[in-house]
C-alpha cells in the first residue's frame, strides 16, 4: 500500500527517479517547497558532520563531536543499557547538528581477525553483535534521529571490498551473518538499513531480492529504506527493482536517467518506482518534520558517558599476584608512544574528530600514583629513527620505579577503513621494548590500546594485561580508573584471541584475492570453531578478569527459562557478565559444540547475592533448514552451559525441547558433521553448498570489465594501465612507511571501474568508463575514441535534460 499516494501522484516520473539517488556527498534530494532534504552522517561511534568539504573517507575535517569507544571496545561490556546511553548521546549531538540519520551501528560478523574494519564492528557471534545493534539503534532512534545498521551483509573483507563476492551456504547465511541484521531490525527497528559493497552468492548486496525484499522486509517487517554503501551501486535499475530506495553519494543526472528509460523501455514498471520512492518519503517526511529546536549540548555531560562507555569495556587479561590495582603512591614509569599520544579510534569513515580528548600522562596527575616519568619507547610505524635510543631511555626510567605501565598496540597503519591487516602482531619495535625491558625484572603491567584481535607471545614477560582497546575521547581516564582500582574491571571480550594467526580457519586464504571468497568454513567462525576443534587460545571468548570473584549457584531451569544465584564472595564491590551456551551433543546436524544464547551483567556489592533470570527466545534452540528454507528446532535434549567464559563452564543443566526429526548429515557432510574444518576442500564445501564451485586459476593477462577492480590493472594487458596499478602499489607502500594509511588510494585501489561512473555526479558516463576499459584491454586509440564520443554524447544530455 502506498502511502504517500497523493503526494507521488503529483510527482512527474523524472521527479520521482531523481529521488532515488542523492543530491551531494550526504544530502538526498529535495523538490520544491513539497519534499526537504534529509542529511546523512557518519558514524557509528561519534559524529562526523561535514559542514565544509565533504568525502566518505574521514579526509576533510567534520565538526567537533564526542568520540565514544568504537563498536569492538562497547561490545566488551556486554551492557546493552550502557550502549543505547551511548546511542542516545550520539543521537542527540546529531539532532543538534540538524543530521537525520547516523550511519551507523555497523554490524558485521568479524568472520577473520584481520579484516580492516573489525575494529568497527562488535563481535565474531551474531547473537551479541544483534543485541548490541539494538540497542545503539533504540539509543540514537530515542532522540528522532535515524539509525542505519550496515553494511547488509557479509561484509567481511576490506581487500576488493567493492568488488568481492562472499560465497556462503544458506544455513550459515541465515545463522550467522544474518541474525545479528535480524535481532537489530527486529529489537531495534532501524528506519534505515545500509547495503554492504559485495556480492552474496553472485547477486551485489544492494540488487539482493532475497536479501532485500524476502528477508529484510517480508521476514523481518523493515518498513524503513534500503541505502547503498557509498559508491557501493553496481546496476542502479537492478537496484531499484530489487528492493535498494536510495543510491548515495550521487548519481547526477544519469542515475535518473536510466531509471526513466528503463520505464519507458518496459524494463521496470513505474509502480516499483513509486513503491522505492513511497518507502523513501515516509523516513523523509517523518524525519525532517522533527522540531528544529536544536538540543542542547552539555558536553562534559557527553564527555562523562564516554568514559564511562570506556570504563565498562575495558578487559582484565592478566593479573598476576594482584598486581593491579595499583597500590597509592606506587612508583610507576609510564613508557610508550600511546601514553603521550593516544590511539583511541580506528582511521576511515568512522574518523571522529574529538572534542576534548584525554592522555594518560596528563591524566594521571588526578591519580595518588608516583610517577617516576615519561618515556616514548618506540616509534610508530615501526620507524627505525632512534629506537635504541628510545628503548634505552624507556629502560632507565623503567629502573627508578616500582612497576612500569607500558602502553602497547596497533598504530594507525595497522589498522584502517580500505586495508585488512596483513598480520596479527603488535609492531615490532614495540615487542622488542618489551624484551628488553622484561630483563630490567620490574614488573610490567601492559595496557593495550588495539580496535581488533592480536597475538601477544610475549605475554609470559608480563605480570598483568589490561585491553582498553579503542577507548574514544575518554580512554585515558577510564584506564587510570581501572589501573588504581577507582573501578573494578568488568569487561570480558566479544572476540576470540587464537594463540596465533594460523590458528584461525583457512587463514591462508583471508582475503580472498579473486573475486570469490569462498566461506569454507561454514558455521565455524570464531569461538565456534576454537571451541569445537578444542583448539588451544590465547585468551577465550568471553574472557575477563575482575578485582573480585563470583560463585554461581543453585541453577534452575524451565522451559521458558533459566535462573541462577551469583555471589561476590571477594572484598571488592563489582560486576559479573554470566554467559548462556546452548549445545545438543546428539545433534544429528553439523553444529558448533555451544552456541551464546543468553548473557546478563550483574553488579554486586562485597557478599551480596542476586538471582538472575536468562528467558529462552525464538533464537535459543533453533537451526537453519536450508532444505525448507526455514528456521526449525530440531527435537530432543539440549545442553545448557552457565559460565564465565566459552570455556569455563560453571552449571550446566539439560532440557527436552520439542521439534522436528531432522536428516542426518553425518553421511551428508561428513567432514563438516565430525568438526574436521581445517581439512574442508571446496568440494566438501560445494556439497554444503548445494553446487559445484571452482577457483578461477586464471594468472595471466585478464580482460577487465566495469566490475574489475583498478588494482586488477597488474593485469592488464595495456602497458599503460599496468604502470598505472604499480604506480597506485608504490603510493600505498609509500603511505605505510609515513605510518598515516593512504585512504584516497586504497579506496581507489579496491574500486571496480563501473565506480568511476557512480562517484562522479554523472560527469563521467559508464559507456565513458566502457572507453576506458578498451583503452586498459589494449585497444589504445578504440577506446580513446569511444571515451571522446561518449563524453560529447553525455555532455549533450546533461545539456538537453533538466530535471
Ligand atoms: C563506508 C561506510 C560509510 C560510508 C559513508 C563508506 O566508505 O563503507 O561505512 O558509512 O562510506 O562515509
Known amino acids: ?121 562488535y563481535s565474531e557471534d551474531p547473537y551479541l553483535s544483534g543485541k548490541f545493534g539494538a540497542a545503539m539503534i533504540r ?78 522486509r517480508k521476514e523481518w517487517h523493515f518498513d524503513g529504506f ?49 513503491e522505492r520512492v513511497d518507502e523513501l518519503l515516509s523516513v523523509i517526511l517523518e524525519s525532517t518534520a522533527v522540531k528544529k529546536s536544536p538540543v542542547e549540548i552539555n558536553w562534559e555531560k557527553q564527555h562523562q558517558i564516554a568514559h564511562k562507555a570506556a570504563e565498562e569495556s575495558i578487559v582484565l587479561l592478566k593479573n598476576n599476584d594482584d598486581i593491579l590495582p595499583l597500590k597509592k603512591d606506587t612508583k610507576v614509569a609510564l613508557v610508550g608512544d600511546f601514553a603521550e599520544t593516544p590511539r ?61 605501565i607500558v602502553f602497547l ?54 605480570s598483568a594485561l589490561v585491553h582498553g582497546y579503542l577507548g574514544g575521547e575518554a580512554g585515558a581516564s577510564a584506564m587510570l580508573d581501572v589501573l588504581t582500582g577507582r573501578h573494578n574491571p568488568s569487561g570480558k571480550l566479544a572476540e576470540t584471541y587464537p594463540v596465533k594467526y594460523e590458528d584461525t580457519p583457512f587463514a591462508d586464504e583471508f582475503p580472498a584475492k579473486k573475486k570469490d571468497s569462498f566461506y569454507k568454513e561454514g558455521l565455524f567462525v570464531g569461538y565456534r570453531y576454537y571451541n569445537t576443534t578444542n583448539k588451544k587460545v590465547r585468551f577465550p571468548f568471553g574472557f575477563g578478569l575482575s578485582y573480585t570473584t563470583f560463585q554461581y549457584a543453585d541453577l534452575k531451569v524451565n522451559q521458558e527459562q533459566v535462573s541462577l544465584t551469583i555471589t561476590n564472595t571477594g572484598t571488592t564491590a563489582g560486576a559479573e557478565i554470566v554467559q548462556l551456551y546452548v549445545g545438543k551433543k546428539d545433534s544429528l546436524l553439523v553444529r558448533p559444540a555451544k552456541e ?37 528446532i530440531e527435537d530432543g535434549n539440549y545442553q545448557l552451559y552457565l559460565s564465565g567464559n566459552i570455556e569455563d563452564v560453571r552449571l550446566s543443566s539439560e532440557i527436552h ?58 593485469f592488464a594487458k595495456s602497458w599503460l594501465a599496468r604502470l598505472v596499478s604499480r604506480y597506485l602499489s608504490h603510493a ?18 579496491n574500486m571496480p571501474f563501473r565506480a568511476i561512473s557512480k562517484m562522479t555526479n554523472g560527469a563521467v558516463s559508464s559507456q565513458m568508463v566502457d572507453g576506458m576499459l578498451q583503452i586498459v584491454n589494449g585497444k589504445f586509440w578504440r577506446g580513446l575514441i569511444k571515451l571522446v564520443q561518449e563524453f560529447y554524447i553525455n555532455k549533450k544530455k546533461i545539456k538537453n535534460r533538466t530535471v
Open 1 to 121: 500500500m502506498i502511502k504517500n499516494k497523493n503526494l507521488i501522484s503529483k510527482l512527474s516520473l523524472e521527479e520521482k527517479a531523481s529521488l532515488l539517488s542523492g543530491k551531494s556527498t550526504w544530502e538526498t534530494v529535495n523538490v520544491d517547497k513539497v519534499i526537504p532534504s534529509m542529511f546523512l552522517s557518519d558514524g557509528p561511534h561519534g559524529l562526523r558532520k561535514q559542514s565544509g568539504a565533504a568525502d566518505h573517507l574521514g579526509l576533510n575535517a567534520s565538526d567537533l563531536a564526542t568520540c565514544f569507544p568504537t563498536a569492538a571496545t562497547l561490545a566488551n561490556s556486554w551492557d546493552a543499557e550502557m550502549i543505547t546511553q551511548v546511542g542516545h548521546a550520539l543521537g542527540n549531538e546529531a539532532k543538534n547538528l540538524d543530521v537525520q540519520v547516523v550511519l551507523g551501528p555497523g554490524l558485521n560478523i568479524k568472520r577473520n581477525p584481520l579484516g580492516g574494519r573489525n575494529f568497527e564492528y
Open 139 to 216: 539509543g540514537i532512534q530515542s532522540t528522532q534521529t535515524i539509525a542505519s545498521p550496515k553494511h547488509f551483509a557479509a561484509n567481511s573483507q576490506e581487500y576488493r571490498r567493492m568488488a568481492s563476492n562472499s560465497v556462503i551456504d544458506e544455513r550459515t547465511l541465515r545463522e550467522l551473518y544474518t541474525t545479528n541484521f535480524e535481532i537489530a531490525v527486529k529489537e531495534g527497528s532501524p528506519k534505515v538499513i545500509m547495503s554492504a559493497y559485495n556480492q552474496i552468492n553472485g547477486t551485489y548486496a544492494n540488487e539482493n531480492a532475497y536479501l532485500l525484499e524476502d528477508v529484510l
Open 226 to 274: 534500503v541505502v547503498t554503501d557509498w559508491g557501493g551501486d553496481n546496476n542502479h535499475v537492478a537496484g531499484v527493482a530489487n528492493g535498494s530506495n536510495l543510491v548515495m553519494p550521487t548519481l547526477g543526472l544519469n542515475g535518473t536517467l536510466e531509471l526513466v528509460d528503463a520505464v519507458n523501455s518496459g524494463e521496470l514498471q513505474e509502480e516499483v518506482i513509486d
Open 344 to 404: 583511541y579510534q580506528g582511521a576511515g569513515s568512522s574518523l571522529v574528530n574529538t572534542k576534548n580528548l584525554e592522555t594518560i600522562t596528563e591524566s594521571i596527575k588526578n591519580y595518588q600514583l608516583n610517577t617516576v616519568g615519561f618515556a616514548q619507547g618506540y616509534m610508530r610505524a615501526n620507524k627505525k629513527t632512534n629506537e635504541e635510543q628510545l628503548r634505552n631511555e624507556a629502560i632507565e626510567l623503567v629502573k627508578k620505579s616500582d612497576v612500569a
Open 409 to 462: 598496540g596497533l598504530d594507525e597503519i595497522s589498522e584502517s577503513e580500505g586495508a585488512d591487516r596483513k598480520h596479527m602482531r603488535i609492531p615490532a619495535a614495540q615487542e622488542r621494548l618489551l624484551d628488553e625491558l622484561a630483563k630490567t625484572a620490574i614488573p610490567l603491567v601492559v595496557v593495550l590500546s588495539a580496535g581488533s584481535v592480536i597475538e601477544t607471545p610475549w605475554v609470559n614477560q608480563v
Open 596 to 632: 551464546l544464547k543468553g548473557f546478563t551483567k550483574v553488579y554486586l556489592e562485597p557478599g551480596e547475592s542476586r538471582q538472575v533470570t536468562m528467558p529462552f527466545d525464538d533464537k535459543t534452540f533453533r537451526y537453519y533448514n536450508a532444505q525448507a528454507h526455514s528456521f526449525e
Open 657 to 714: 525441547v520439542s521439534g522436528k526429526k531432522v536428516q542426518n548429515q553425518a553421511n551428508l557432510f561428513p567432514k563438516y558433521f565430525s568438526h574436521q574444518i581445517s581439512d574442508i576442500t571446496l568440494a566438501d564445501f560445494s556439497d554444503l553448498y548445494g553446487e559445484k564451485l571452482s577457483e578461477d586459476n586464471n594468472t595471466g593477462i585478464l580482460k577487465l570489465e566495469q566490475n574489475s577492480t583498478i588494482s586488477d590493472m597488474a
Open 732 to 749: 600505498l607502500k609509500k603511505s605505510e612507511s609515513r605510518g598515516q594509511p593512504n585512504l584516497n588510494i586504497l579506496f581507489i585501489y
